[in-house]
């Protein structure tokens, strides 16, 4: 089995500054695509930040210039740095990734539990 394990979240300001981290582990061959997406309450889950396993990023158009996705490939985890932070940026956090297992060499996506980002005053 896979878990993924975020962390990082909470209350932060407006012009505030979080990092976001997600974990992979358990029967791993390697991991592909990482990314977060995040759910505000009453709307549906959205794509924020996305990397591939050889380093290449893309981000929705609401958070370029802000965000910041990176990954360490030897610890199968994958980060999202977020720099001035708005109110609207407030939502669950989700951790995604496409695992290629050990046994059986099959991909599949999980999902980590979320984390909660608020950004008030």
């Known amino acids: 089995q896979v878990q993924l394990v975020e962390s990082g979240g909470g209350l932060v300001q407006p012009g505030g500054s979080l990092r976001l981290s997600c974990a992979a ?18 709307k549906e889950r959205e794509l924020a930040a996305v990397i591939t396993s050889g380093g290449t990023t893309d981000y929705a158009e ?8 990176s ?16 109110p609207e940026d407030t939502a669950v956090y989700y951790c995604n990734a496409n695992i290629l297992h050990i046994v059986g060499l099959y991909e599949q996506a999980y999902w980590g539990q979320g984390t909660q980002v608020t950004v008030s005053s």
Not at 28 to 36: C, D, N, R
Not at 62 to 69: A, H, L, N, P
Not at 71 to 83: G, H, I, P
Request: proline fraction near 2%; charge should be positive.
């Open 25 to 42: 582990s358990g029967s791993i061959f390697s991991v592909k695509a990482m990314g977060w997406y995040r759910q505000a309450p009453g």
């Open 62 to 69: 609401s958070v370029k210039g802000r965000f910041t996705i």
């Open 71 to 86: 990954r360490d490939n030897a610890k199968n985890t994958v980060y999202l740095q977020m720099n001035s932070l708005k």
